[in-house]
């Protein structure tokens, strides 16, 4: 990449502001990019060719994004469908998954990715997991997924 860029959801308008790092820390603003009507968590490819957002109004979806390596502009590459509203996304330490939390559903789900950055329709798991999972993590080693959860006090880890 020829710089460094912050990416931040706007719920309230749906859209993606870009922004680019100066040397001394500013953020000079870029383009804008039109997501869901309600746009929410983003996280973005160990490899940051892509961006990935979280829809949190019905129908849930991801919108997944290509990353300019050169001006760190958003292409929009696909939507594909959610099982739920996440206020947390990841991916693992390849890329080729993404995971989801959903506070009000309980649950966590595993979606694949495919090499071109798009997101598969179906999940390849939706796990219930106790009251209001609130992350989804996976550990250095891609071997183990944490997933705490606010309102049963627990940490769920599962094997990837």
Known sequence: MSGTYVYVSNAADGDIGSYRMQPDGAL???ARVKSADVVGPLAVSPD???LYAAGRSQPFSVHAYAIDAATGALKPLAVSPLPASFPYISL????RRLFGASYHSHLISVNAVGADGRVAAAPL????????AHSIRCDESNRYVYVPTLGSDQIFQFAF
């Open 92 to 95: 693992d330490r390849s890329g």
């Open 125 to 132: 798991q939706v796990i219930p997991v106790g009251r209001n």
């Open 28 to 30: 000079q603003p870029g």
């Open 48 to 50: 940051r060719r892509f």
